[in-house]
């Protein structure tokens, strides 16, 4: 727990246009704050992010979305009493007062309330909203650990705020529920069928079309720098298979001989899959493998989403025809 005076100091950091990279229960973020369009600027700087793709909004408490937003649709207020704070992102009309770097002109804002105590107390104490991507480089690994942060960013973020592993270690779920049709625009460490049962059917359309709407739905992203291949078991390898390649599994180690392996979860727990999915691949990245070979998931529950951030680390090497 970083002591007050640290928070405060970040507080600080963040009201005068300084970029501090905060823990959340889902990704380390990288914050700066969201009514300063030069601040945000350095978020894209830092991040070698594309100017297209926008950042989400965080605030510290679901209370401070109405004194920001005004009024929302019944299913969007529905969603963030039931959800926040919590793993969940929504998308809403963009306020005046949020400059418009921060959604790349859209008129429609994405935001959310984290559900850590740290990133909290920070947004309160620095009195402003904070936009905040994940605090890596732009299509790269998404951080869990402050480590994660300081490896990938280094010198270009002012604070680095420790608060141990996420919990959920996988992105937020983000949702369009200001029509009719709620719409799932990236799937994330809240399920889809926690979605359903407080609104009703929802649906799923993470990057659908090529245009990035919602970039953390490009085919290519979340990759390792090392080349990932999906495949359904490690037998498919081959005899010499695992020779200076890591082996990414669901719950039981592969047979043969891989030059490092990482079990997410061997009680084959998709909470804890999903919570060691990122920090795994963190740590296969770094072993010097010269291939990734990692195994889907069973495709339920948050389960979905640690399938769909490895489809898309895949896809950076392997491009779908
Ligand atoms: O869990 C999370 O959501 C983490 C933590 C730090 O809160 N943040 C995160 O941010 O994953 P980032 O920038 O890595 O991903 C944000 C995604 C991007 O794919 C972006 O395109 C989408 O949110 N997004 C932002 N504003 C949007 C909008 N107005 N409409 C649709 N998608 C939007
Ligand atoms: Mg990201």
């Given at each position: 727990?970083?002591?007050?005076?640290?928070?405060?100091?970040?507080?600080?950091?963040?009201?005068?246009?300084?970029?501090?990279?905060?823990?959340t229960e889902t990704v380390y973020g990288l914050g700066a704050n969201a009514l300063d369009a030069r601040a945000a600027a350095r978020i894209f700087e830092a991040k070698r992010r594309p100017s297209f793709d926008p950042l989400?909004?965080?605030?510290?408490?679901?209370?401070?979305?109405?004194?920001?937003?005004?009024?929302?649709?019944?299913?969007?207020?529905?969603?963030?009493?039931?959800?926040?704070?919590?793993?969940?992102?929504?998308?809403?009309?963009?306020?005046?007062?949020?400059?418009?770097?921060?959604?790349?002109?859209?008129?429609?804002?994405?935001?959310?309330?984290?559900?850590?105590?740290?990133?909290?107390?920070?947004?309160?104490?620095?009195?402003?909203?904070?936009?905040?991507?994940?605090?890596?480089?732009?299509?790269?690994?998404?951080?869990?650990?402050?480590?994660?942060?300081?490896?990938?960013?280094?010198?270009?973020?002012?604070?680095?705020?420790?608060?141990?592993?996420?919990?959920?270690?996988?992105?937020?779920?983000?949702?369009?529920?200001?029509?009719?049709?709620?719409?799932?625009?990236?799937?994330?460490?809240?399920?889809?069928?926690?979605?359903?049962?407080?609104?009703?059917?929802?649906?799923?359309?993470?990057?659908?079309?090529?245009?990035?709407?919602?970039?953390?739905?490009?085919?290519?992203?979340?990759?390792?720098?090392?080349?990932?291949?999906?495949?359904?078991?490690?037998?498919?390898?081959?005899?010499?298979?695992?020779?200076?390649?890591?082996?990414?599994?669901?719950?039981?180690?592969?047979?043969?001989?891989?030059?490092?392996?990482?079990?997410?979860?061997?009680?084959?727990?998709?909470?804890?899959?999903?919570?060691?999915?990122?920090?795994?691949?963190?740590?296969?990245?770094?072993?010097?493998?010269?291939?990734?070979?990692?195994?889907?998931?069973?495709?339920?529950?948050?389960?979905?989403?640690?399938?769909?951030?490895?489809?898309?680390?895949?896809?950076?090497?392997?491009?779908?025809?």
């Amino acid at each position: 727990m970083p002591a007050d005076g640290d928070l405060g100091e970040a507080a600080d950091v963040l009201r005068t246009g300084g970029l501090v990279a905060f823990p959340t229960e889902t990704v380390y973020g990288l914050g700066a704050n969201a009514l300063d369009a030069r601040a945000a600027a350095r978020i894209f700087e830092a991040k070698r992010r594309p100017s297209f793709d926008p950042l989400i909004t965080h605030l510290a408490d679901a209370a401070d979305l109405a004194p920001l937003v005004g009024p929302v649709s019944p299913a969007v207020a529905a969603l963030a009493a039931r959800f926040w704070p919590g793993p969940l992102t929504l998308i809403v009309d963009r306020p005046e007062r949020i400059p418009p770097i921060v959604t790349s002109g859209l008129d429609s804002m994405a935001v959310r309330v984290p559900d850590h105590e740290h990133a909290r107390r920070l947004i309160a104490a620095a009195g402003v909203p904070v936009a905040a991507p994940s605090a890596n480089r732009f299509g790269q690994l998404s951080p869990t650990r402050a480590e994660h942060v300081v490896r990938g960013l280094g010198a270009a973020v002012d604070v680095v705020l420790d608060g141990g592993p996420s919990r959920c270690g996988i992105e937020s779920t983000i949702v369009d529920a200001r029509g009719d049709h709620p719409v799932v625009l990236r799937l994330g460490a809240l399920p889809v069928e926690e979605l359903e049962k407080a609104i009703g059917p929802v649906t799923v359309r993470p990057g659908s079309s090529g245009q990035p709407v919602a970039p953390g739905t490009l085919a290519a992203h979340y990759a390792p720098r090392t080349p990932l291949r999906l495949v359904h078991g490690a037998e498919s390898v081959g005899a010499d298979g695992g020779a200076g390649r890591g082996y990414l599994a669901f719950r039981d180690r592969p047979a043969g001989h891989w030059a490092a392996v990482e079990v997410l979860s061997a009680a084959g727990d998709l909470t804890e899959a999903a919570a060691r999915l990122f920090d795994a691949l963190h740590r296969l990245d770094a072993v010097g493998v010269t291939e990734i070979v990692a195994e889907p998931v069973p495709d339920a529950g948050v389960g979905r989403a640690v399938n769909d951030r490895l489809r898309r680390a895949a896809a950076t090497w392997h491009p779908a025809p």
